[in-house]
């Protein structure tokens, strides 16, 4: 299995992210980050204007190349979607041919937040160039824990089945962070 990997391109208020190989928990906070940055730019802090007029015009996930997700990715990916949706009134468009990975979405709930392409995504090969490797971010502990557990329990909100999966591992790291 190939070791994880998140490309990202943005212009103009489009944004494409491309997970390659396996990607886990060790690109998560990177990917959060991001995702994060995405929201922050349309959003005024304090009551500033925000630093980027309008919305964004596409937000692309591109899985064609992608082996396998954890459940936290699938969490952010669901964060990010909600939020285009809520926020922009935009539905990402999600490109993934692997049965596999559809199937993950369609037993999370979330595979009705995107628009589900399942052929190659065009904007990643013209864009294949401009695409730049997101940096592994470098944080501490307790905000990849915190991250994991918001996954989690995003995803129990949208699909309560998956509570059964995921309740002791919440237990777990809920209680971690009381002890911290």
């Keep these: 299995m190939e070791s994880g990997k998140i490309l990202i391109s943005e212009s103009d208020g489009n944004y494409l992210i491309k997970l390659l190989g396996y990607v886990r928990l060790t690109l998560c906070t990177s990917l959060n980050l991001y995702i994060e940055g995405i929201f922050k730019a349309y959003q005024g802090a304090s009551g500033v204007a925000p630093r980027t007029v309008g919305r964004p015009h596409n937000v692309l996930i591109d899985l064609y190349d992608t082996e396998g997700l954890d459940s936290t ?72 824990r915190d991250q994991v557990l918001d996954a989690h329990k995003l995803l129990i909100e949208l699909n309560p089945a998956c509570e059964r999966d995921f309740i002791d591992l919440i237990r777990t790291l809920e209680q971690e962070a009381s002890c911290a």
């Design 73 to 144: 990715t699938l969490g952010l990916l669901a964060k990010l979607a909600i939020h285009c949706q809520r926020e922009f009134k935009l539905k990402p468009l999600l490109f993934c041919a692997n049965p596999g990975i559809i199937r993950e979405l369609e037993v999370m709930a979330i595979d009705s937040y995107f628009q589900l392409v399942t052929g190659p995504c065009k904007e990643s090969c013209d864009e294949s160039s401009a695409l730049q490797e997101l940096p592994r971010a470098d944080v501490d502990a307790d905000v990849v």
